[in-house]
């Protein structure tokens, strides 16, 4: 029975269309004129959809319509293929017949049905599960949204300046915090988390003069891993040069507008400016560079200068920094050059620090002192003093430090199977302590001082650390040479094919820069099987390095031990228990009954070496053991050979040889044999000669200020003078066409 219209369902109805349309083209396609007038219609009508603009070219759509359509051309192509590959894959041949399968299908067995039963029945109760579940998580959800809007309605009630947005009440109840994480929110860090409000600009103004004002009061290290990170921002650290408290007054003085209390004022201090710690006093500094720092830092206050680097004022003086002629004043360009202060700059009165070494006159006789010096006076006289230093000091001082620094690292990297690099110096002492004491034994003097000679040797293959610890106090020559005697034997066991040691050192003159260590280098190394060595040194305050370090290391696991409850009461219990605890560093020990060879290699008397302090390498020449090749700054570019860079000098030690001396005709020849009473009279002139040597020493140590930090002379146990000052300059030919350091 037909239905009526009104009665069909919506999918009658569709179906129905879908059967007429499928009729209606296959009628077309079945007949050519048909289809032919029904292609010309739907042109036709494409033409018209297009000047309607109804439909667009892909070239007029926007780029987020270009994306869908070739979305969907690639998902029709796509299925076009699909299509056309299932096709490919019918065999052309015809199917067998079909076979009536239902006659040859057994029967299902009984246990088949049961199982089929029980299967059923399983999907059935894990539906009923899955659906319940199902319910219960939308019941939690439902919960969880409205106890969430909830949440944000009190809270916007409740916290009008704070960024509560889940303070937790509710949710706590209903036990729904963990649901928080799936929207990919921390809940802790939400909890603590406040509204941030944008700063008015006057209070941003504010905070801009206070962090101005703690950058101008506060310097800045110099260490590059001295560094503080906030927040992935890193800063170095800079150290406040007065209390906070201070700082606030004077802030407030000088910014009288502004009503800052002082807790706001701690609170806008930059976290990267610190108030100072006891490491951070600086106790090494350069005499030469501070000296000249400090007349900066009033030049570039009164506006002489804009830099307060000390190598941009090397502009006024030298072609470049890395100008070692210019450095060295023997570049013509800028040697008269000159810079002439204003009118203005005459009569403006200023004041500066200098460091100096004065004179005090106590009861226990004459000392001398090194103190901060306040000098005062017009700015155009202390504008032609800082040029003056410029080019008499800091310039040929900054040229030496460059110039053995580069050298250090130079023999270092280029060191072959045949050579050893040895860098020492003398650590401070360490006191022996027990782990419990007495007070009587604590303020005492019950314990000795044990002396550490340190320092790091350097070949080709490795570097090794090394430690030699003494109950002496004794640090000169002779017990340099002492502490250095295991060490070089050491070497020459475990590489023996090494035959030059080059040592590396700082110049105090009552340790290593002395005629005294000058003598036992040229004697001592040959002995050991070293057939070339070299002294060099670093310049005054420039001498840190690795013995330093190592130093530092074994005092420190000397502490250790003895918080552990240890007791260290003498030079062997020291070198037993600390060498057990050091696998890197190499410990010695020696006594001071072992320098009585070396005290006996001294008794000769010896000449001062001319200069001695504005030398920075000594090279023995091994003519003789007394004769000694000098040079104001090391170079090595005629190794093996002796240098001839910086115009050397050959110096002999001794009175009694003949002294040779490099000359433009060559080296003065040996003298025939003479009698007794020729060498007595002979020797007689060398000891008139040294005596007025040390006469005219001293004369001038009175006439003169030195720079250098060690004592103005160093007096032997023979009566011999070395001269340490810093003005003698003209003590041998060779320093009469250039300025040494």
């Known amino acids: 029975e037909v239905m009526a219209r009104h009665q069909l369902s919506v999918e009658e109805r569709r179906r129905k269309n879908r059967e007429y349309q499928k009729k209606r083209r296959e009628k077309i396609h079945s007949e050519a004129e048909l289809k032919e007038e029904y292609l010309r219609t739907e042109r036709q009508r494409w033409k018209k959809r297009v000047e309607e603009g ?61 199982g089929e039963r029980e299967r059923s029945k399983t999907r059935q109760r894990h539906s009923r599960e899955m659906k319940a579940l199902r319910n219960k998580l939308e019941e939690k959800t439902l919960l969880f949204h409205n106890t969430l809007i909830q949440e944000l309605k009190q809270n916007k009630s409740a916290h009008k300046n704070k960024n509560l947005t889940l303070s937790g009440k509710l949710l706590k109840k209903y036990r729904l915090i963990h649901q928080v ?150 570049c013509t360009r800028f040697l008269h050059k000159h810079t002439f202060p204003t009118p203005q700059q005459d009569q403006t009165n200023v004041e500066w620090q200098q460091w100096e070494r004065v004179k005090d006159q106590t009861a226990d006789g004459l000392h001398i002192n090194t103190r901060l010096v306040m000098h005062s006076g017009m700015l155009g ?62 303020f005492g003097q019950n314990l000795p001082l044990l002396n550490l000679h340190t320092g790091m040797y350097y070949t080709k293959e490795q570097k090794t650390g090394f430690c030699t610890v003494s109950e002496s106090k004794r640090q000169d020559a002779s017990a340099i040479w002492t502490h250095m005697e295991p060490v070089l034997t050491d070497i020459r066991f475990n590489f023996p094919e090494v035959d030059t040691v080059h040592f ?61 409850g240890n007791d260290i009461v003498n030079g062997n219990i020291f070198h037993e228990m600390v060498g057990r605890s050091l696998c890197s560093i190499k410990l010695y020990i020696i006594t001071e009954a072992d320098m009585q060879p070396y005290d006996t290699l001294l008794s000769q008397p010896l000449k001062p070496v001319p200069a001695t302090r504005k030398l920075h390498q000594i090279t023995p020449t091994h003519r003789n053991d007394s004769e000694i090749h ?46 007794p009473l020729a060498m007595l009279m002979e020797e007689m002139e060398e000891m008139e000669w040294e005596e007025s040597e040390q006469e005219e ?10 720079m250098e930090q060690e004592p103005l002379t160093k007096s032997g146990p023979d009566g011999t003078v070395t001269d340490l000052s810093a003005d003698v300059v003209h003590c041998g030919d060779w320093c009469q066409d250039l300025c040494y350091l």
């Open 181 to 330: 994480r799936q929207f990919g929110v921390d809940y802790n860090a939400l909890r603590q988390r406040r509204l941030t409000d944008k700063k008015p600009a006057y209070i941003q103004t504010i905070t801009q003069k206070v962090q101005d004002f703690y950058h101008n009061s506060a310097r800045m290290t110099t260490d590059k891993q001295d560094t503080i990170t906030r927040k992935k921002i890193k800063h170095q650290r800079m150290i406040l040069t007065d209390t906070i408290l201070n700082l606030h007054k004077e802030f407030t003085k000088k910014e009288p507008r502004v009503k800052l209390s002082y807790s706001s004022f701690c609170a806008l201090r930059p976290f990267y400016v610190t108030a100072p710690r006891q490491s951070d006093r600086k106790t090494c500094q350069c005499q030469y560079h501070e000296n000249a720092k400090l007349m900066l830092k009033v030049l570039r206050e009164n506006g002489v200068v804009k830099s307060s680097k000390l190598e941009d004022s090397f502009k006024l003086v030298c072609c470049s920094q890395t100008n070692e002629a210019c450095l060295l004043r023997s």
């Open 381 to 442: 006289e202390l504008i032609q003093r800082y040029e003056d230093k410029l080019k008499t000091e800091t310039t040929t001082h900054v040229c030496s430090v460059q110039n053995q620094a580069r050298e250090y690292r130079s023999m270092i990297e280029k060191c072959n199977d045949r050579t050893v690099i040895v860098h020492v110096d003398f650590s401070e002492a360490w006191k022996c302590k027990y782990s419990s004491e007495v007070q009587s034994c604590h």
């Open 504 to 564: 590396w050192s700082d110049g105090p003159s009552k340790q290593y820069k002395n005629k005294k260590n000058f003598s036992l280098l040229c004697s001592v190394p040959p002995t050991l099987g070293f057939k070339r060595t070299t002294w060099n040194f670093f310049p005054t305050s420039h001498g840190k390095g690795a013995p330093d370090g190592i130093g530092g290391t074994v005092k420190r696991s000397a502490d250790s031990l003895i918080l552990r």
């Open 630 to 675: 000098c040079i104001s700054l090391s170079c090595f570019c005629s190794e093996p050979q002796m240098c001839e860079c910086f115009s050397p000098t050959i110096f002999q030690l001794t009175a009694n040889t003949p002294r040779v001396q490099v000359e433009d005709d060559g080296p003065i020849p040996m003298q025939k044999r003479k009698g």
């Open 54 to 114: 109804k439909i667009k070219n892909i070239n007029d759509l926007n780029e987020r319509d270009k994306r869908s359509q070739r979305k969907a051309w690639k998902h029709k192509q796509q299925v076009s293929r699909e299509r056309k590959r299932k096709g490919s894959d019918h065999p052309e041949t015809p199917p067998d017949s079909p076979v009536d399968q239902a006659m040859h299908e057994p029967a299902r067995s009984r246990q088949a049905i049961a």
């Open 697 to 706: 020493m001293e004369r001038e140590e009175s006439e003169q200020e030195p």
